[in-house]
C-alpha cells in the first residue's frame, strides 16, 4: 500500500516533466498534494492520531484543492494553455527526472536514518520530488509552471518532513502551511499582473533586468 | 513424451493464434465503430490467398529486397520459440535467452527496415528512418524491463522468470512489476505499429510508419510479411500477459488456458485503445518510449530494496 | 512585553489598510517607529523574561539585530512621509523608458511596511527554528508587495525574482529544519535554540552537517550571499528607496541571525570548524562577485545593492574566522545598516532630482543638493571602509581577528577585494558628486534629516563607542561563539584564541591526553582547523571534541581579552 502510494507520487513526478498542457499540470500536481496529504494516515495507519489526522486534512485540503484552484484562477485570467518551449525539453527533462529519482535512491542509501522509517523508499522519493520540483523551476518559461515547480518542491518537502514523523510542534506545521499558501497566493497575483503587463506569462520576457545590458558608464 | 508436448505447446499456440489477434482486434473496433466487421478468421483467409499468389519485383532491387520477409519471418519464430506463454515453458530455455530474444526481434526489424530501403523509394525511406527511430527508443525500454524482471525475480532466462511470477510474487513485488507492464504495454504498442504510435488502417503514406515499408512486397512475400506481424505481435503480448495473468498452479492446461484468455484480453484491449484514441503527434512518440523506459528504471530502483 | 515588538506594528499594519486619511496613515507609521524603538529601548534597559514557552526570547544577538532594525525603520517611516508627498498620486512618467505607470495604493504599501517590521521583529525574537522559519519566510510575503510598489514591468520582474528565488531558498531552509530535527532526535529537546545547543553533543553529525547546509543555503538565499544573491541587485534597484533601506540594513540581517543560529548549534555540537570554514569560503566568493560588478557598474542603485552583497560577505567571513572577528562582525553589521541605509535614502533623493538612475548621467550633486551630495560624499567614504568612520574599525577589527588567527592569505584577499570595491565605487560616486549643475534644488528636511542622523552615527561609532554598547556588542559576539553565561564556559575553538590557550591545552595532563593535543594545536596553528577529517585518524581526540559544553568548560579557560576592548581594536 505505501509501495503503492510513493510508486504514484513518482510517476505524477514524470507526468509532469513531460506534459505541455498546464491546464493537465495543474491537476497532476493536485493528485500529488492528495497522495502526499494522504501520507501521514498510511505511513502511520495503525497509531493515527488527532495530530496527524489534522495535518493530513489541512495538507490534502490546501493542496489538493485551494492551490489548484488558485492556480486555476490564474490560468484563467491568462491566454495561455500550454508550455510552448520550455527551456529543456519534454523527453530530455523526463531523462534528467530518472536521473534525479536515481540519485534521490543514492542519496537515500547514504544517509542513516536513526529513527525507524515506515517504508525504504519514502526518504529517496521526497528528495527525488524535491529536486524534480527545483529542476521545474530552472528549466520551464511560464510563470505558471515556475510556481508549480514550487509547490512541487514543497510537496516534496511535506513528505520528508512527514516520512520522518518529525515532532514539529502543530503551530509550526500550521505555519508553514499558511505561509506556503500566502506564498502561492502572492505567485497567483503576480501571475495575473505579468499576463497583464507582458501580455504573456512568459517569465523569459522578464529580461530587462541585466547588469551588462545597461551598461552605459563611461569615466 | 509429455514434457515434450508441453514444451512444444507455446510455440504451436504462437504459430496456430498469431492471426487471430489481428482478427479479435478488428472485431473489437468493429464492434466499437458499430459495424458487423470482418470475420474474425479473415487474417488467415487473407493470408491463404497471398501464399496462392505470385510475385512481382521491380528491376531495381536485389537479393536483399527478396531475403527480406523470409528472414524476417524466420527470426520472429526464433523469439517465439524463446518466449513462453505465461506458465507454459518455452520451447527453448537457457541462461540468458532473453538477450537472444530481444536479437532476433532486432535482426527481424533490420531485414525488414533495409529490404525497405534497397527499394529506393522515397516513402519507404521516410518510414525506415521512423521504425528505425522508435525502435531506437524501445528498445532501451524493452532491455530496462527484462532487467527490471530479472531483478525482481532472480532468473535469468524467459522461461525461468515467467516461472516465477506468481500471485505471491505480486504480492512482494507488485510496484514492481505494475511498472514493467505499464512499459511493456507501450513498448508492444509501438513495436506493432498500433495506435497511437501509427495507425494500420491509415491510407496516407506519409503519416505510415510500418505499413509504408512493406508496400512494395507483394504475394507470398507479403503473406510473410503479415504472418511475421502476427507473430511478432503475440511474443510481445506474451511477454506482457506473462506478467498481468499471474497465474502459476502447476497444471500446464491450466496455466495454458489463462494465458491464452489473457492474449485474447489483450488484443481486446488494444481494440479498445485503437476506438477511443487518436494518433499521437510523432515528436510525442520519443517522449512516451522515454516514458515507458523511465518506468522501467524506477522498477529497477524499487527493486533494489 | 517582548511579544509587543511583533504584535504593535502587525496590528498597526492591519489597520493601515482600513485607513483612508493619507496623512494620518503616513504618521502612523512614524508613531509605529516611535513606538517599536520605545519599546526596544526598554528591552535594553530591563532585561525581559521568555514568552510563550520560551518560544519567543530575546537573548543578545537578537537584541542587536532587533534595535538595528527598529532604528532603521523609525527612520525609514520619517523619510517615507516625505517620500509619499514626493510621489504624490496620480500617473507618473518612467524614468527609463518614459511610459506612463502608478504607484501601488498608499494603504498597501504602509500596511505592508508595518507588517513587514513585525515579521522582521519575529525574526529576531524567535527562539524556536520552526518559528524562525515561519517569520523569515513572512518577510518575504510582506516585502514582495513594497517591491513592486511601482507598477511597471520593471518592478514586477523584480518582485517575481524576489519572490520566487526567496521562496526556494526558504524551502531548502525548511529541510534544514527538518534535518535538524532528525539530528536531535536522539538527544531528544525540543527545537528551541537554547535546548538544541544543550543537547548539541548527542546529536547525529552527518544530519546535523546536512542541516547546516541547507540553513546556509536557505537563509544564505535571503541574506544575499554569492552565488544565491541574483534577487538582489534587481529588488533593490527597482524597488523605492526606502525600501531598498529596510531591505538592505534590516531584512539581510535578519536571515544573517538565521544562520547565526544555526552556527551556535553547529558550536555546541561541535561541528564549529565545518560551519565556519563554510561561511570563510561564502563570505570570500560574496565579497569577489560583488567587487566584479561593483567595478564599472553604471547603476548607482545597483552599486549600493552589490555593495550590500559584499558587506554581507564580510559578516559571513567575520562569523567565519571566529574569535574578535565575531565581534567586528556584530559591530559591522551595525555599522554597514546605518551606512548603506543613509547611502539608500541619500539615492532617493538624487533619483527623485535627477531622474536617472545612471551614474554618468548624474553630475554635480554637491551643487545641487547640497545636503544630499555631501551626505553622498561622507556614505562613500563610510561603506568603503574608510577611516573615521565605524566600519573602519569593524573591518579592521575583523582584519586583525584574520591574521591573530595565522590566516594570511584569507587576510590578504579580505584587503585585496576590499581595495577592489572601494576602487570600483570611487570613480563613479565623486564623478556625481562634482561638476556643474543646473542651479540648486529645494531638498525637503523629511528625507534629509534622517540621512544626516545617520551620517552622524556613522561617524561617531568610529570615534566613539559607549562602554555599555561594548558590552552588548561582546555579550551578542560571546554568545554566537558559544561562551554562555560566564566567560569561562567555553567551546573549544582553537584556531580563535591566542598562543596561551595552546599552551593550556597542550599542558593540560588532567585529562591524560597530552599525547594526542599536539597535533590538533599544530594544525590549528597552520590555520588549517578541519577537525572532522583528523578525526578518522584520531578518534580520541574526536570524542574530546564531542563533549558536552560544561564538560569542555572545565578543560578549557577563556580569557575575557579574547574579545578585545574597543580602544585596543586600532593598535
Given at each position: 500500500m505505501t509501495d503503492l502510494l510513493l510508486v504514484a507520487v513518482v510517476l505524477t513526478n514524470f507526468v509532469l516533466l513531460g506534459s505541455s498542457r498546464l491546464a493537465a499540470c495543474i491537476r497532476v500536481a493536485a493528485a500529488q498534494g492528495i497522495l502526499v496529504g494522504v501520507m501521514p494516515l498510511i505511513l502511520y495507519h495503525d497509531a493515527v492520531s488527532v495530530r496527524t489526522a489534522l495535518i493530513a486534512a489541512a495538507g490534502i485540503t490546501l493542496k489538493g484543492i485551494v492551490f489548484p484552484w488558485l492556480f486555476f484562477r490564474a490560468l484563467r485570467d491568462v491566454?495561455?494553455?500550454?508550455?510552448?518551449?520550455?527551456?529543456?525539453?519534454y523527453t530530455v527533462s523526463i531523462l534528467i527526472g530518472v536521473g534525479a529519482v536515481a540519485g534521490s535512491f543514492w542519496l537515500g542509501s547514504r544517509l542513516v536514518v536513526p529513527r525507524p522509517v515506515p517504508s525504504a523508499f519514502v526518504i529517496p522519493v521526497a528528495f527525488s520530488v524535491i529536486f524534480i520540483g527545483l529542476f521545474l523551476i530552472v528549466s520551464r518559461k511560464t510563470a505558471i509552471s515556475q510556481a508549480l515547480g514550487y509547490l512541487v518542491m514543497e510537496n516534496g518537502i511535506f513528505a520528508f518532513g512527514v516520512s520522518l514523523a518529525l515532532e514539529e510542534p502543530f503551530l509550526v506545521e500550521l505555519g508553514v502551511l499558511l505561509d506556503v499558501f500566502a506564498a502561492t497566493f502572492l505567485m497567483g497575483i503576480m501571475v495575473f499582473h505579468i499576463s497583464r503587463e507582458?501580455?504573456?506569462?512568459?517569465?523569459?520576457?522578464?529580461?530587462?533586468?541585466?547588469?551588462?545590458?545597461?551598461r552605459r558608464y563611461k569615466s | 513424451m509429455e514434457t515434450v508436448l508441453i514444451r512444444g505447446a507455446a510455440l504451436a499456440c504462437a504459430l496456430l493464434f498469431a492471426p487471430l489477434l489481428i482478427g479479435t482486434i478488428n472485431q473489437t473496433k468493429a464492434f466499437f465503430a458499430g459495424r458487423r466487421g470482418p470475420p474474425l478468421l479473415q487474417p488467415y483467409f487473407d493470408l491463404w490467398k497471398l501464399l496462392r499468389k505470385g510475385a512481382v519485383y521491380s528491376r531495381?532491387?536485389?537479393w536483399v529486397f527478396r531475403a527480406g520477409p523470409i528472414v524476417g519471418l524466420a527470426a520472429t519464430i526464433g523469439a517465439a520459440a524463446l518466449v513462453p506463454l505465461g506458465g507454459l515453458p518455452a520451447a527453448l530455455a537457457f541462461e540468458g535467452d532473453l538477450l537472444v530474444a530481444a536479437g532476433l526481434l532486432a535482426l527481424a526489424r533490420f531485414f525488414t527496415v533495409i529490404a525497405a530501403l534497397d527499394t529506393g523509394s522515397a516513402f519507404e525511406g521516410m518510414g525506415a528512418s521512423r521504425e528505425v527511430q522508435f525502435s531506437a527508443l524501445a528498445e532501451p525500454a524493452l532491455f530496462l524491463a527484462f532487467a527490471a524482471l530479472a531483478r525482481a525475480t532472480?532468473?535469468?532466462s524467459l522461461t525461468e522468470i515467467y516461472g516465477r511470477i506468481s500471485v505471491a510474487a505480486w504480492m512482494q513485488s507488485g510496484p514492481s512489476f505494475a511498472l514493467v507492464a505499464a512499459a511493456l504495454g507501450v513498448v508492444f504498442l509501438t513495436e506493432n505499429a498500433r495506435?497511437?504510435?501509427?495507425?494500420?488502417?491509415?491510407?496516407l503514406e506519409l503519416t505510415m510508419i510500418h505499413e509504408v515499408m512493406v508496400l512494395d512486397h507483394g504475394g507470398p512475400d507479403f503473406g510473410f510479411v503479415q504472418y511475421g506481424a502476427a507473430l511478432k505481435m503475440w511474443v510481445l503480448g506474451s511477454l506482457l500477459v506473462g506478467i498481468l495473468i499471474p497465474?502459476?498452479?502447476?497444471?500446464w492446461w491450466l496455466d495454458g488456458a489463462a494465458a491464452l484468455e489473457g492474449m485474447f484480453w489483450v488484443a481486446v484491449g488494444v481494440g479498445i485503445v485503437e476506438s477511443v484514441m487518436a494518433r499521437l503527434r510523432l515528436l510525442r512518440v520519443p517522449q512516451m518510449l522515454v516514458g515507458a523506459g523511465a518506468l522501467c528504471v524506477l522498477a529497477i530502483v524499487l527493486g533494489m530494496k | 512585553m517582548i511579544l509587543a515588538v511583533v504584535l504593535i506594528p502587525a496590528a498597526a499594519g492591519l489597520a493601515a489598510f482600513a485607513i483612508r486619511g493619507d496623512g494620518l496613515r503616513r504618521w502612523l507609521t512614524v508613531a509605529v517607529g516611535l513606538a517599536h524603538a520605545g519599546v526596544t529601548a526598554r528591552l535594553w534597559m530591563r532585561p525581559t523574561a521568555p514568552a510563550l514557552g520560551g518560544w519567543i526570547a530575546l537573548d543578545r544577538p537578537g537584541l542587536l539585530f532587533l534595535s538595528i532594525t527598529s532604528l532603521l525603520f523609525l527612520a525609514a517611516s520619517i523619510y517615507g512621509v516625505g517620500y509619499l508627498i514626493r510621489e504624490g498620486r496620480g500617473e507618473r512618467r518612467d524614468i527609463k523608458e518614459g511610459f506612463l505607470f502608478t504607484n501601488a495604493p498608499e494603504q498597501v504599501f504602509a500596511g505592508c511596511l508595518m507588517l513587514f517590521l513585525a515579521t522582521m521583529s519575529l525574526v529576531t525574537v524567535s527562539h524556536h527554528f520552526g518559528l524562525l522559519w515561519v517569520a523569515v519566510e513572512a518577510t518575504t510575503l510582506a516585502s514582495a508587495p513594497l517591491i513592486y510598489f511601482h507598477r511597471h514591468h520593471r518592478s514586477l520582474e523584480a518582485t517575481w525574482k524576489y519572490l520566487l528565488i526567496g521562496s526556494v531558498g526558504i524551502a531548502v531552509a525548511l529541510l534544514g529544519n527538518f534535518c535538524l530535527n532528525v539530528a536531535a532526535s536522539r538527544a531528544g529537546?525540543?527545537?528551541?535554540l537554547d535546548g538544541l545547543v544543550r543537547g548539541?553533543?548527542?546529536?547525529d553529525p552527518a544530519w546535523l552537517k546536512a542541516a547546516f547546509l541547507c540553513f546556509l543555503v536557505g537563509y544564505g538565499t535571503k541574506m544575499g550571499l554569492a552565488p544565491m544573491h541574483s534577487w538582489l541587485p534587481d529588488a533593490h534597484t527597482e524597488s523605492p528607496s526606502l525600501v531598498s533601506s529596510l531591505l538592505s540594513g534590516a531584512l539581510l540581517n535578519c536571515a544573517f541571525l538565521g544562520i547565526l543560529r544555526s552556527v551556535q548549534v553547529c558550536d555546541a555540537a561541535g561541528l564549529g570548524n565545518f560551519a565556519r570554514e563554510l561561511l570563510v569560503g561564502f563570505g570570500l566568493l560574496s565579497m569577489g562577485v560583488a567587487g566584479v560588478f561593483i567595478l564599472?557598474?553604471?547603476?548607482y542603485k545597483r552599486m549600493l545593492a552589490y555593495s550590500s552583497v559584499e558587506h554581507m560577505g564580510i559578516l559571513a567571513l567575520g562569523v567565519g574566522i571566529g574569535g574578535a572577528a565575531t565581534f567586528g562582525a556584530m559591530l559591522h553589521a551595525v555599522n554597514h545598516s546605518v551606512t548603506k541605509a543613509m547611502l539608500f535614502f541619500v539615492s532617493g533623493n538624487i533619483l527623485a532630482a535627477?531622474?536617472?538612475?545612471?551614474c554618468a548621467d548624474v553630475r554635480g550633486v554637491v551643487r545641487t543638493l547640497p545636503a544630499s551630495g555631501v551626505l553622498w560624499l561622507v556614505g562613500f567614504l563610510a561603506i568603503t571602509g574608510s577611516?573615521?568612520?565605524g566600519t573602519f574599525l569593524s573591518e579592521f577589527t575583523i582584519l586583525k581577528a584574520a591574521l591573530d588567527a595565522g590566516r594570511g592569505w584569507v587576510a590578504a584577499a579580505y584587503l585585496a577585494l576590499l581595495a577592489l570595491v572601494f576602487v570600483g565605487m570611487a570613480a563613479p560616486f565623486l564623478n556625481m558628486a562634482q561638476g556643474s549643475s543646473e542651479g540648486r534644488r529645494r531638498e525637503g528636511w523629511l528625507v534629509v534629516a534622517p540621512p544626516i542622523a545617520f551620517a552622524a552615527l556613522a561617524l561617531l561609532l568610529g570615534l566613539w563607542l559607549p562602554a555599555r554598547f561594548v558590552d552588548a556588542l561582546r555579550g551578542a559576539a560571546r554568545e554566537v561563539e558559544g561562551?554562555?553565561?560566564?566567560?569561562?564556559?567555553?567551546?573549544?575553538?582553537?584556531?580563535?584564541?591566542?598562543?596561551d590557550h595552546f599552551v593550556e591545552f597542550e599542558e593540560d595532563e588532567a585529562i591524560g591526553r597530552g599525547h594526542g593535543a599536539s597535533p590538533v594545536v599544530h594544525r590549528h596553528r597552520l590555520g588549517m582547523p578541519d577537525l572532522d577529517h583528523l578525526a578518522a585518524a584520531e578518534p580520541e581526540l574526536h570524542r574530546l571534541e564531542r563533549r558536552p559544553v560544561e564538560e569542555r568548560a572545565e578543560l578549557i579557560e577563556v580569557h575575557e581579552d579574547m574579545i578585545p576592548q574597543w580602544w585596543e581594536i586600532g593598535q
Open positions: 491566454d495561455v494553455t500550454r508550455e510552448v518551449e520550455p527551456f529543456v525539453g507582458f501580455d504573456h506569462i512568459d517569465v523569459g520576457r522578464l529580461a530587462s533586468l541585466k547588469d551588462w545590458t545597461t | 531495381t532491387t536485389t532472480g532468473a535469468l495506435i497511437p504510435v501509427d495507425d494500420p488502417n491509415t491510407h497465474v502459476r498452479s502447476g497444471r | 529537546g525540543p527545537a528551541l548539541a553533543a548527542s546529536m564599472r557598474q553604471a547603476d535627477y531622474r536617472t538612475r545612471v577611516p573615521p568612520f561562551l554562555r553565561g560566564s566567560p569561562v564556559v567555553a567551546a573549544p575553538r582553537p584556531q580563535a584564541m591566542d598562543r
